[in-house]
């Protein structure tokens, strides 16, 4: 079955840098785009940032220019390059198929405050 499993959240401090790491299965992985979605308490998920497998990225505007979508068709995964972080970025992060997929991971937590 489809399965995600996202690492490399934490805590860091406001202007700091995180790279987020999701390891997908179950699937034809460089068959789809792919992305990477948050959810922060009590607000409904978002797609931050999507990739198509030719390379063509797409983000929010809420982290344009600051956050960076990356895959590896060899290894089946995403990644989530973080810089310049913000309050505002604190969420659990997932990755998912763009549209998603039913089955999601666990996520993983983003932390930003001093």
């Known amino acids: 079955q489809v399965r995600f499993v996202e690492s490399g959240g934490g805590l860091v401090q406001p202007g700091g840098s995180l790279r987020l790491s999701c390891a997908a299965s179950?699937?034809?992985?460089?068959?789809?785009?792919m992305g990477w979605y948050r959810q922060a308490p009590g607000k409904q998920r978002e797609l931050v940032a999507s990739?198509?497998?030719?390379?063509?990225?797409n983000y929010a505007d809420s982290v344009k220019g600051r956050f960076t979508i990356s895959r590896d068709n060899a290894k089946n995964t995403v990644y989530l390059q973080m810089n310049s972080l913000k309050p505002e970025d604190t969420a659990v992060y997932y990755c998912?198929?763009?549209?998603?997929?039913?089955?999601w991971g666990q996520g993983t937590q983003v932390s930003v405050a001093s």
């Open positions: 990739l198509y497998s030719v390379g063509t990225t």
């Open positions: 179950g699937m034809i992985f460089n068959s789809y785009v």
């Open positions: 998912n198929r763009v549209p998603s997929h039913p089955s």
